[in-house]
């Protein structure tokens, strides 16, 4: 997960303010960066807890559709390719929608117990989408008879799982008693499709 950079995203929003009074920033219309998020296009996603709910699009509003609520989580629809700023309660928040160049589902290809699948989406400049804020009514999942493909568990932390990893993107695959097979796990995020080719063995 990229905090880092959402966190030297929020360093240069401070900076930016610097000097002027706590009350003032929205006066004046200096308001703090909450970072830069890569989403594909036709996704909903999930906007971080910081943003403090209350949003709206500020920039890019043929690009960005949000779904408004006073408190988190907002969700927000990537419509097009493009740019576009959310701000919210607790500052902007920029997200950067292209298309899937390159979608990967990482796993093993012999499957004997449960294992983890994850999905890797790839700009055309090969920079990483941060799949862990879409939302899982973004993702499809389909998958031989002979497997279970389900989210990964969240434990007692399930009430927070929306908007991160385990949210659609990081899921569990495990062999049906009794039964094996070759075929496909395939993955859909808007537009995009990735398959794996898997077999499940007789004797395991």
């Known amino acids: 997960m990229r905090r880092p950079r959402a966190a030297a995203a929020r360093r240069g929003g401070l900076a930016r303010c610097a000097g002027l009074l706590v009350s003032l920033p929205w006066l004046v219309g200096c308001h703090p960066l909450l970072g830069e998020q890569h989403v594909p296009v036709g996704v909903k996603v999930f ?4 943003s403090g709910g209350a ?13 408004p609520r006073d408190r988190p989580p907002v969700h927000v629809e990537a419509r097009r390719a493009g740019r576009g700023v959310v701000r919210c309660e607790n500052g902007d928040i920029t997200l950067v929608v292209a298309p899937i160049a390159k979608l990967t589902v990482k796993g093993p290809g012999v499957i004997k117990s449960d294992v983890v699948l994850e999905v890797e989406a790839l700009t055309a400049r090969g920079e990483p989408f941060d799949l862990d804020i879409v939302s899982s009514q ?8 002979f497997l279970a493909v389900k989210p990964q568990r969240c434990g007692h932390m399930a009430a927070m799982c929306s908007g991160f990893p385990g ?3 990081l899921v569990r695959a495990y062999p049906l008693h009794e039964r094996w097979g070759e075929g496909d796990i395939v993955v859909r995020i808007g537009e995009a499709r990735a398959s794996l080719r898997v077999v499940t063995p007789r004797e395991r």
């Open 55 to 67: 949003c709206r699009v500020r920039e890019g509003g043929d690009v960005l559709r949000v779904d």
């Open 167 to 169: 949210d659609g993107t």
């Open 47 to 50: 906007l971080p807890e910081q």
């Open 138 to 145: 973004s993702v499809a999942w389909s998958h031989p008879d």
